[in-house]
């Protein structure tokens, strides 16, 4: 059992759990990768709604059930154009 913040429990079998400000935390190579992690798929995540708002807005005029030749097309496009802006954009920070 974890005790996460009722100082009234007293139950000797309840572990507390480490507060944010825990110094040990700030040195665990474990917490440090899962960290990691979990900033590449927020960022991930950021760059498909990125994606998926300006390319809807540019390429279907009327959604229906299915898209147009038209729009799958240019949603591919317009994604792969987007990818390839952002590696670019990237590379150029890299380089400075």
Do not use: H
């Amino acid at each position: 059992k974890f005790d996460s913040s009722s100082p009234s429990s007293s139950s000797s079998s309840r572990v507390k759990l480490p507060t944010a400000m825990d110094p040990n935390l700030a040195n665990n190579p474990q917490l440090i990768q899962f960290l990691s992690q979990e900033k590449e798929r927020a960022m991930a995540n950021e760059v498909v709604a990125k994606i998926t708002s300006s390319c809807w807005d540019k390429c279907v005029d009327k959604p229906g059930s299915k898209f147009s030749s038209s729009e799958t097309s240019c949603l591919s496009n317009c994604a792969l154009r987007y990818m390839d802006m952002t590696m670019l954009i990237m590379k150029r920070f890299q380089q400075q």
